[in-house]
């Protein structure tokens, strides 16, 4: 069955980095198109970044310059490398498979301190 794992969120200082994983398994992903998308707190999800099967990136505005989306068809594992995190990057991050329909992973929390 489809699964997708995400990993490395956490808590960062204000200005710094984190790289996300999803490990994906159950399903072709080297002809998928994955993305990420985040849900801060008492907000409603959003989207974050997308990468199709042909490497082209896709960005929200507001993490665009300082997020990004990559992917290893050999692992099949999509990355997301967040820089210059404020604190409004505070979120709950999710992956999500764009398949027959949308499979999710559980998330990965990350949250930005001052």
């Known amino acids: 069955q489809v699964q997708l794992v995400e990993s490395g969120g956490g808590l960062v200082q204000a200005g710094g980095s984190l790289r996300l994983s999803c490990t994906t398994s159950g399903f072709t992903f080297a002809t998928s198109r994955m993305a990420w998308y985040r849900q801060a707190p008492g907000k409603e999800r959003e989207f974050v970044a997308e990468?199709?099967?042909?490497?082209?990136?896709y960005y929200a505005d507001a993490v665009r310059g300082r997020f990004f989306i990559s992917r290893d068809n050999t692992k099949n594992i999509v990355y997301l490398r967040m820089t210059m995190l404020t604190l409004e990057d505070t979120a709950v991050y999710f992956c999500t498979a764009h398949l027959n329909r949308d499979y999710w992973g559980q998330g990965t929390q990350v949250i930005v301190s001052s």
């Open positions: 990468i199709d099967d042909s490497g082209r990136t």
